[in-house]
């Protein structure tokens, strides 16, 4: 998924990039030697601190609010990554995405990742638990396009990629507590044979395996 996300980009050794919500550094440790410089900015300083600590000459990150990209320049970016991140905007997605307008330049684009329930049957159950792992916004694929469009961006290309993750992963990865990491368990089950389904999820021994659709996304500033 990370290559396909890196060629939609349209970069190359000349761009200035911004990965918004970095993280631990995932995107920024394939991209960094690509281009010209990768600046990641995240809102958890022990997100940057994981990230700095495998920083190599080709990678920068800053403590940060994808809502405030005002310590940027109007139109520095050829591009600005946003991977699983709009989703934790309860308080601000239009304004992170205005701002992501602005500090790209004219042509540039911004590149969205985000995961949606596999099928209408699993969409209720897939809500629920993401609602105990945190505050979120749930998108449709309609309704995420139609924010990054109120910014004023053009939908450039969508494709679709459903990946298999297993829950236990899924817990690990998201450092879930113990307590949360339970109800979810529960929750898998419990669960009918209609969101099995609707999940494609199987039991591999105290584990689940089950499939997510992600959605990605380039859209191009005018
Ligand atoms: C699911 S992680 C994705 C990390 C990375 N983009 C990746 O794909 O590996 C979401 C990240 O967004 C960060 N985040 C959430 N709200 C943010 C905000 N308002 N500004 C910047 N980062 C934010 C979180 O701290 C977290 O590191």
Known sequence: MLDYVVSISG???DSEVLEIGSGTGVLGKQLGTQVKSYIGIDISPEMVRIANEKQSPDTFYLHGDAV???HFTPCQFDAVFARMILHHLTHGLSKCLQECYKVLKQGGRLIVCENFPLAAEAEEFQKKCLDIKEERITFKPDTLR???ESAGFTVAS???IVLTIRLSNWIDNNNLDKQRAERIKQ???GMSDKVKQGLRCRKVGDDW???TKFLILSAKKK
């Open 11 to 13: 970069i190359n050794t």
């Open 68 to 70: 405030d990209l005002g």
């Open 187 to 189: 929750m898998f089950v």
């Open 209 to 211: 395996l089950f499939e």
């Open 158 to 160: 969508t494709k679709e």
């Open 146 to 148: 139609e924010s990054i």
